[in-house]
């Protein structure tokens, strides 16, 4: 590799379709500017200045929409060795048909095995439990008890099968249900308030397909159910990062966490490893965590020809994106302050478990950016670096010292680069 050493060396379906209108159209896409590398900018990372905790990475597995994951491929997914995503979450659905629940046992079981969380979310309640309205599909009010039993069932019997879920949700995108169960918010309210406490599981909601506050809120606001749900879950498809913080949340949330469920990022259309479009699932991880203060990430499915994994079971270059996140940053880090945007089109993040830390680094730019890294309270440390770029795939790129707290290195163009401080 020719790149620049560092200075301190030396020193679907038819929603799927729909949905892809949504997140394509949703922003246009930043031009990236060149950006000289001759003068270095400070980014400053700050240790003792703790943020939220951040409980894993992953995908979704649905074997009835498409093929289950291969034993090979599992281990691809759920492994962090060499050329392994290191995803610590697995997102499965809850089948209406019990004929199918055994369906997610294997791939479930095995991402258990290699420590993964398991959440499950429902598109559909059994047939016996909905009604027509004006069109669409609801749970009939006669049967949200009825409706708790089957969620508690379906996590009694992934328990039976060696799955222990983390969670469960009370539905898959109410608020997009034009091909599955649709809930109002009063609807979501009602069932936490008089039936979640009956789930033996920790409760997931609402999973709003655009993170739309509107069905979140009442949640918050109203203490009995809040009571009842464990995790704010959200999809973002065609959110804009303007709205990724929530105030109300951090104000009335304290002893929740807040999820982000499901995303494809830019589209379902392109090839994930076109480059350097794949750069921008890098920065939307970024704005989740730093804008948003997301504890999880989780793609949709894990394999397919947009996702982290390709149809021939290979890590894609948007999978190389989430693992600069997903094989360094674990479940139980958590995230701490660091300069975020220092120029145009570099975005940086930081996270820490004990006294090791983890920078991920962003350069979107055409042009290699230099920075000047100051990490505060600490003093020296050995650093190993990993690279992804259009020639590269989760490289790794060089070992050196931090002396006297700070440490210069330069970003390749159009790279995410991933920084461990021991």
């Known amino acids: 590799m020719s790149a620049r050493r560092d200075q301190s060396e030396n020193a679907d379906s038819q929603p799927l379709r729909r949905r892809t209108l949504l997140a394509a159209g949703a922003a246009l896409p930043v031009l990236a500017v060149a950006a000289p590398a001759a003068a270095a900018t400070s980014v400053v990372v700050e240790p003792s200045n703790v943020q939220q905790t951040i409980l894993g990475f992953g995908g979704m597995n649905h074997t009835v929409w498409i093929s289950d994951l291969t034993a090979a491929q599992r281990e691809t997914a759920f492994g962090n060795g060499a050329g392994q995503l290191g995803f610590t979450v697995?997102?499965?659905?809850?089948?209406?048909?019990?004929?199918?629940?055994?369906?997610?046992?294997?791939?479930?079981?095995?991402?258990?095995?290699?420590?993964?969380?398991?959440?499950?979310?429902?598109?559909?309640?059994?047939?016996?439990?909905?009604?027509?309205?004006?069109?669409?599909?609801?749970?009939?009010?006669?049967?949200?008890?009825?409706?708790?039993?089957?969620?508690?069932?379906?996590?009694?019997?992934?328990?039976?099968?060696?799955?222990?879920?983390?969670?469960?949700?009370?539905?898959?995108?109410?608020?997009?249900?034009?091909?599955?169960?649709?809930?109002?918010?009063?609807?979501?309210?009602?069932?936490?308030?008089?039936?979640?406490?009956?789930?033996?599981?920790?409760?997931?909601?609402?999973?709003?397909?655009?993170?739309?506050?509107?069905?979140?809120?009442?949640?918050?606001?109203?203490?009995?159910?809040?009571?009842?749900?464990?995790?704010?879950?959200?999809?973002?498809?065609?959110?804009?990062?303007?709205?990724?913080?929530?105030?109300?949340?951090?104000?009335?949330?304290?002893?929740?966490?807040?999820?982000?469920t499901e995303v494809y990022h830019p589209n379902s259309s392109d090839s994930a490893d076109l480059w350097p479009q794949a750069l921008d699932v890098g920065e939307h991880i970024h704005r989740a965590l730093v804008n948003g203060r997301f504890q999880t990430y989780v793609w949709w499915y894990i394999r397919r020809s947009y996702g982290p994994m390709r149809e021939d079971g290979q890590i894609s270059k948007r999978g190389a994106n989430m693992a600069h996140f997903s094989k360094w940053v674990r479940p139980g880090y958590s995230r701490i302050t660091a300069t975020a945007n220092p120029q145009s089109n570099v975005y940086i993040s930081a996270f820490k478990s004990g006294s090791r830390i983890v920078i991920v680094a962003v350069n979107k730019n055409t042009s290699p950016v230099d920075h000047v890294f100051t990490v505060r309270d600490v003093g020296s440390a050995t650093i190993s670096t990993w690279l992804t770029s259009q020639t590269a795939t989760l490289a790794h790129y060089n070992d050196f010292t931090m002396s006297n707290g700070s440490f210069n290195a330069q970003l390749p163009a159009r790279s995410i680069r991933t920084f461990v401080l021991n």
């Open 90 to 260: 697995l997102r499965i659905p809850v089948h209406e048909d019990r004929a199918n629940w055994s369906r997610e046992v294997a791939t479930a079981r095995r991402a258990v095995e290699l420590g993964a969380k398991v959440i499950a979310s429902p598109w559909n309640p059994p047939a016996s439990m909905t009604e027509s309205f004006s069109g669409g599909k609801r749970l009939r009010y006669a049967s949200y008890g009825a409706y708790a039993q089957h969620l508690n069932d379906f996590s009694a019997f992934m328990a039976n099968n060696g799955v222990n879920l983390y969670g469960i949700s009370v539905q898959n995108e109410p608020d997009y249900a034009q091909e599955w169960t649709a809930w109002t918010s009063g609807e979501i309210v009602r069932f936490l308030r008089e039936n979640a406490g009956a789930i033996n599981t920790r409760v997931i909601a609402p999973e709003s397909f655009q993170y739309r506050k509107n069905l979140s809120d009442p949640i918050l606001n109203d203490a009995a159910a809040l009571a009842n749900v464990d995790i704010i879950g959200a999809h973002l498809y065609g959110t804009q990062s303007a709205d990724f913080p929530y105030p109300l949340f951090q104000q009335k949330g304290n002893g929740k966490e807040l999820w982000m």
